[in-house]
């Protein structure tokens, strides 16, 4: 799904159900938003990224839109069913040992929870620290600073893995071998609360290893 | 000058001349918007960039303003200085072994030209095709489509060193071994011409090597 040179990615879903087209295309487009929008390999967008969806109606029945019972129900499958291709996308990039899963909680807006987590998940230097298993926690707030999202330090919590390094502008006594050992595992989280409000965003990356230089630095045209 | 860390940046200037604070925090700050702003190392923004211009007055004499005969050349002297102790800073940077100078000509602004130039410079696929000197004109073309800037493949020209790549929306007959060959050295050129106006701008950054990896990774608190 990975093509190793520009990331270019096309992901084609198909389903039985019926449904509105125009509803189809505005639910298909929200699920992209919060899955397949919300991955980072390294920052480079592909020149024909492309979300498919195909209804072919096989299953009968009333169309859904908005107003079926059963939109609620197809809406969540979509997103699930996204956000693990999504997901798998990350994990096969070049060179890549560990997703990276970054949440924020707590911003003052939905555009700014998402600028934050995907600047998070991107941050050559945060890869770099998963890459390294060093939990340099500044490395996470230069990025969450320069992500243009709101931010104050002093209600700023930081996570990585269950274990909480830093509690509303200052580190905790949680020993940084502790912290570095939450970074140990191929599926690595890092999760902010901003302290500022009740928008979330979840992004995903993965870490940066000699072997994506290796691949890109080697590929011929 | 550059902490292996966070690309922390303090740069210091002195200088004997006379001048009127305004005048010279204004030639400062345009200084720096072509110079050390211009650069990238890997994105990643440091939490405490400075650049500080003392004036003692020790020369005597006017203080400069924008009407003194000697303002120009004055500016001149140290936009030159300030370009090349970027430069030396990209030079300097976590396993760079190639300077990468980026200049977008013919754009439809100067904010068009800076963003084409330093998207195109801080690209890590642009990065990664300098470290492996293969000429991948498609990452050039990406970095600048995403870039922002309004871009038009049809008047689009490229070229890598003194060879043109690409021009007006076609690749040349230029061999593939002669544009590689043109990334041999320690500086590499990448110029564009836009072709939909005359704005300019010109950027700097590095490759990417596996250096910086090994650097990044194994740095610890």
Avoid at 109 to 125: G, H, K, Q, W, Y
Avoid at 151 to 178: H, L, M, N, Q
Avoid at 196 to 206: I, V
Wanted: hydrophobic residues 45%; negative net charge.
């Amino acid at each position: 799904m990975v093509h190793p040179d520009m990331a270019t990615m096309l992901c084609f879903l198909t389903t039985d159900a019926p449904a509105h087209p125009s509803w189809l295309q505005e639910t298909l487009a929200a699920t992209a938003d919060v899955s397949l929008n919300m991955i980072d390999v390294d920052m480079d967008t592909s020149t024909s990224d492309t979300m498919l969806l195909f209804a072919n109606g096989a299953a009968g029945g009333e169309p859904l839109d908005a107003g079926h019972p059963a939109a609620p129900a197809f809406r969540e499958a979509l997103v699930a069913l996204s956000t693990e291709l999504a997901k798998d996308l990350v994990r096969d990039a070049e060179g890549a040992r560990a997703l990276i899963e970054v949440r924020v909680d707590g911003a003052h807006s939905t555009e700014d929870a998402r600028r934050a987590a995907r600047t998070v998940a991107s941050s050559p230097l945060v890869k770099t620290m998963v890459t390294g298993r060093d939990a340099n926690l500044g490395r996470v707030m230069m990025a969450l600073g320069r992500s243009g999202a709101q931010v104050d330090v002093e209600r700023t919590s930081i996570w990585i893995g269950k274990s909480c390094a830093f509690e509303r502008g200052a580190p905790t006594t949680v020993p940084y071998e502790v912290l570095s050992g939450e970074m140990v595992g191929e599926d690595v989280s890092i999760r902010v609360d901003l302290g500022l409000g009740s928008s979330s965003a979840t992004a995903w990356g993965c870490d940066l290893t000699e072997e994506y230089i290796r691949i890109n630095a080697d590929y011929t045209t």
